[in-house]
């Protein structure tokens, strides 16, 4: 089975705009196992990690020990190349900062807005069929550079041990503390707080669909970064565009999972059809086919538009998480783009790009939510308070106009609290 290829014009809008998704069913599963860990802890915890990573410990914090052992164990250069992207994330994000402002107005008035860091972050790191450094640098750095006061990760421990290489990726992101539990009870021990995991204000990080479903049960006893869905790209090409390159970088999101989406949209029916055989042909060579064939057969799809312009309203519209421009020019169609999570300009700009070393954030909305929300950045690990101050001379000016928009609302309450300060109020 191949790649589908349709005509846009003949097209109906649900095959479009589709992604193929439908409920994952977790939710009492989920919910079980949040209120084991709420009532019982560290035990709850300690069953998990026997139960679903083989792990049987009475210990769930990794020591600084196991850090130094794990950072000293890992290839050299691959740490060379981590403390690189670092200082990518880092200087790109350093930008987003925000800072306090005061209005100091005439006639006894002050106005104003505090931003605060979050006082602890909690990440979460996945370590199922394949483990993300990457994940780490781009959680942590931007907690970071908000001041969060304390960072801690947790991710699955197989066998006992965190994976290496996750863990030197930690040290160099600068994790306060690290421990060694995954799926919804990690989600929920950080949510809950249990003898050994500290309670965190917010949850930042990817996970599976219990993951997901465990933040999305949590969220209002503390904050999260979002509910993400499975991995997308969809990529914008003309007919001048290698076929092979197009293959490749759909390919890289399709061998994510197998509910992964990878959509081309190109106004070149020979470009379609070229990159499906090219599709076909990449699949038998990539490693993790037996993930990337369902989620191109399943999810997969190329859309023929009449133009580059009809493709961006397309891509619009779908609102990706990963959205490749690939033409000549592309800076002048980027603000014609409104809904995409995050924009690789030219061809030369692989989504891989983005996930490992540019420095944009890779946490990105999913599942059409680009529409409505952004990346992952600095403005996620810090909480802004208003601040005003009235002179009683100031206040006297317009109390009046406080009372009469409080009287129309019937919040007799509201109005006679600023009345009363002038002895207006009849009590």
């Known amino acids: 089975m191949m790649i589908r290829i349709m005509d846009y014009s003949d097209t109906s809008n649900d095959e479009i705009f589709s992604r193929g998704m439908t409920s ?163 989600i929920a021990a950080m949510a809950y707080g249990t003898e050994s995991y500290p309670r965190v204000d917010k949850i930042v990080g990817p996970g599976n669909a219990f993951v997901a479903e465990a933040k999305k049960q949590v969220f209002g006893l503390v904050d999260i970064d979002m509910i993400a869905g499975p991995s997308e790209i969809l990529v914008i090409a003309d007919g001048t565009c290698d076929p092979k390159t197009v293959a490749a970088d759909m390919l890289s999101q399709a061998e994510h999972d197998r509910m992964a989406s990878a959509v081309l949209v190109t106004d070149s029916r020979k470009l379609a059809e070229e990159t499906s055989a090219e599709i076909e042909r990449q699949l038998k060579l990539l490693p993790r086919e037996e993930i990337a064939r369902p989620s191109i057969e399943n999810n997969g799809k190329i859309i023929i538009a009449e133009s580059i312009l009809q493709a961006i309203e397309i891509a619009n519209e779908i609102a990706p998480e990963h959205l490749e421009v690939c033409v000549d020019n592309p800076f002048d169609y980027l603000d014609r783009i409104k809904n995409a999570g995050s924009i690789f300009l030219g061809k030369n700009c692989p989504e891989a790009l983005g996930d490992y070393f540019a420095g944009p954030n890779h946490t990105l909305p999913t599942s059409g939510t680009a529409r409505f929300s952004s990346p992952l950045s600095v403005d996620d690990f810090v909480k802004k308070s208003a601040f005003t101050y009235y002179t009683g001379d100031a206040l006297s000016k317009v109390c009046d106009d406080i009372a009469r928009f409080a009287e129309q609302e019937g919040l007799s309450g509201h109005a006679r609290s600023a009345l009363v300060r002038f002895g207006k109020a009849g009590i």
């Open 24 to 186: 994952t069913g977790l939710e009492e599963t989920v919910a079980e196992i949040i209120a084991d860990v709420k009532e019982n802890g560290d035990k709850a915890l300690f069953k998990y990690c026997e139960k679903f990573d083989n792990t049987v410990t009475d210990c769930l914090e990794v020591s600084e020990d196991e850090v130094g052992e794990a950072f000293d164990s890992v290839d050299k250069d691959l740490i060379e190349v981590m403390k690189k992207a670092r200082e990518n994330i880092y200087d790109y994000h350093k930008h987003q900062v925000k800072n306090s402002f005061v209005i100091a107005e005439k006639d006894g008035v002050v106005l104003g807005q505090k931003v605060t860091p979050l006082e602890r972050a909690g990440i979460y790191v996945p370590g199922g069929t394949a483990a993300y450094p990457s994940t780490v640098l781009m959680n942590i750095v931007p907690a970071k550079i908000a001041g969060v006061k304390e960072i801690i990760m947790t991710s699955p421990a197989k066998d006992g041990k965190i994976n290496p290489v996750i863990l030197a990726a930690a040290k160099i992101a600068g994790a306060d503390r690290i421990f060694k539990a995954g799926g919804a009870q990690a």
